[in-house]
């Protein structure tokens, strides 16, 4: 079993859609949780970390954290063109000092 | 202003030769990281280092290569050992509370 998992899509949506972004890690002690949104041959660019479980609202975009389901998403509302990139989740296991990557999914927004 | 520099932006290497890339943070970041990025793939970690000349390796670390002489650098050099070098090379640095900060990266060509 992976560490981090995600689906890799692609997810296409409509213009101005919610985009539902999901993943899921295997330990459960982990306490770290990010998502990062990367352009086609361009560096990760952090847009959202969690640490408690619930929401978290930031713009445009919701972090979804349920520990107990050891499970994690991202909510993209009004979604955009500008939006369509790849997604990736990170997660920070338990006594770690490293972020652990899942394989990204792709998202298209389509005018 | 702030941030992480990697260079060379583009390397190229010859069958059986070491390339060294470089990563400088004028941040003040501890922990360092290293990742690679292979094609429609998530970020592998290579190499990790949480403080000066201490490192531990990640998940792919064989025919990699660090050091951590100082707080701001830490280069990594692949060696003729790894037979797959080519692959986007990324390079991240930590502050404790909000996630990793990333490099402009460095796309390895085996020529």
């Known amino acids: 079993q992976k560490e981090v998992e995600q689906n890799s899509g692609p997810l296409s949506v409509p213009e101005g859609a919610i985009a539902s972004l999901n993943c899921t890690y295997s330990?459960?002690?982990?306490?770290?949780f990010f998502w990062y949104r990367q352009y086609s041959g361009k560096s990760p660019e952090l847009i959202m970390f969690?640490?408690?479980?619930g929401d978290k609202e930031d713009g445009r975009f919701t972090a979804q954290l349920n520990k107990a389901s050891q499970y994690v998403s991202l909510l993209i509302r009004d979604s955009q063109p500008s939006d369509s990139a790849t997604y990736l989740c990170?997660?920070?296991?338990?006594?770690?000092?490293?972020?652990?990557f899942g394989q990204g999914t792709t998202l298209q927004v389509k005018p | 202003d702030g941030g992480i520099t990697q260079s060379p932006k583009y390397l190229f290497r010859k069958e059986g030769q070491n390339v060294t890339l470089s990563c400088e943070q004028n941040?003040?970041?501890?922990?360092m990281y290293w990742y690679r990025q292979d094609p429609g793939q998530g970020l592998r970690l290579i190499y990790y280092?949480?403080?000066?000349?201490?490192?531990q390796k990640g998940d792919i670390a064989e025919g990699y290569s660090v050091s951590r002489e100082k707080k701001e650098s830490f280069p990594l050099t692949v060696t003729s050992a790894q037979k797959n070098p080519t692959a986007f090379y990324l390079c991240?640095?930590?502050?404790?509370?909000?996630?990793?900060?990333f490099g402009s990266g460095t796309r390895l060509t085996v020529v």
């Open positions: 991240a640095s930590r502050e404790m509370v909000f996630g990793y900060t």
């Open positions: 330990d459960r002690g982990s306490q770290s």
């Open positions: 969690i640490y408690s479980n």
């Open positions: 990170a997660v920070i296991p338990s006594n770690t000092g490293k972020l652990i």
């Open positions: 941040l003040n970041h501890d922990a």
């Open positions: 280092s949480q403080i000066v000349n201490d490192f």
